[in-house]
């Protein structure tokens, strides 16, 4: 596809549960973002990838949160033992670079947490 | 710590007339700067950005103006339409700091009157 992928689209889950949400960036960028919106609040920085540099990990809230990028290209961030302050819109991104790029974003992932 | 802030959390404009969505930012080191615009239900779409090698820089119908002094920048929106109604976001970014992330605003909602 042409643009950047976000799957899946809704996930519900019970407080306790793990989750995986999936990003597959546009061919041939080499940064990968994520970014999260809670209800009525701006895009809340979580990580980004660039390359084979390591992650700038600083926006991760707490040890439950997770990602990993495979092979320079899909990213999967996972929430261990979710709560429900983490209901949000979940947000990734991806640039050619790192550097001076405009970011295409994915349509999110809802997560609620019941 | 919010590095990037949008103080207007909503605007109403009259169809045809000029808006002007505001953001500022309290880090010296930014270097780069974006307007994103984002519907409901859909990951937000870049409009325009400026450099701070620059002062302006024109889009169409979207100029943004960027006082580095005031760490200030302003998008205007000249005639505004209808379908410009949506939530506006700034973001910035630093090429000097060592890392990359960009830091996004808590977002503008716009609504153009007809």
């Known amino acids: 596809g042409a643009g950047v992928s976000q799957s899946p689209s809704n996930k519900v889950t019970e407080k306790g549960k793990d989750v995986e949400l999936r990003c597959d960036p546009i061919?041939?960028?080499?940064?990968l973002y994520w970014y999260r919106q809670s209800l009525g609040q701006g895009l809340e920085f979580l990580i980004y990838?660039?390359?084979?540099?390591?992650?700038?990990k600083s926006g991760l809230p707490s040890d439950r949160f997770s990602a990993e990028r495979t092979g320079g290209s899909v990213s999967t961030l996972t929430i261990q033992r979710t709560q429900q302050e983490d209901s949000a819109v979940y947000l990734c991104a991806s640039s050619l670079t790192a550097v001076n790029e405009k970011l295409f974003f994915g349509s999110g992932t809802q997560l609620s947490v019941l | 710590d919010q590095q990037v802030k949008q103080n207007s959390p909503s605007l109403s404009v009259q169809e045809g007339r000029i808006s002007i969505l505001n953001c500022d930012y309290t880090n010296s080191m930014f270097d780069y700067f974006l307007w994103y615009k984002k519907y409901p239900a859909e990951g937000p779409t870049f409009l325009i950005s400026?450099?701070?090698?620059?002062d302006k820089n024109e889009d169409g119908r979207f100029t943004v103006f960027l006082n580095k002094s005031a760490k200030h920048l302003s998008l205007h929106i000249v005639p505004s339409q209808p379908g410009d109604s949506a939530v506006y976001f700034c973001?910035?970014?630093?090429?000097?700091?060592?890392?990359?992330?960009?830091?996004f605003g808590t977002g503008t909602r716009l609504k153009v009157l007809a």
């Open positions: 990838f660039q390359g084979n540099s390591a992650p700038d």
């Open positions: 061919s041939g960028h080499t940064a």
């Open positions: 400026i450099s701070s090698i620059k």
């Open positions: 973001a910035a970014h630093s090429t000097t700091s060592g890392t990359y992330k960009y830091i």
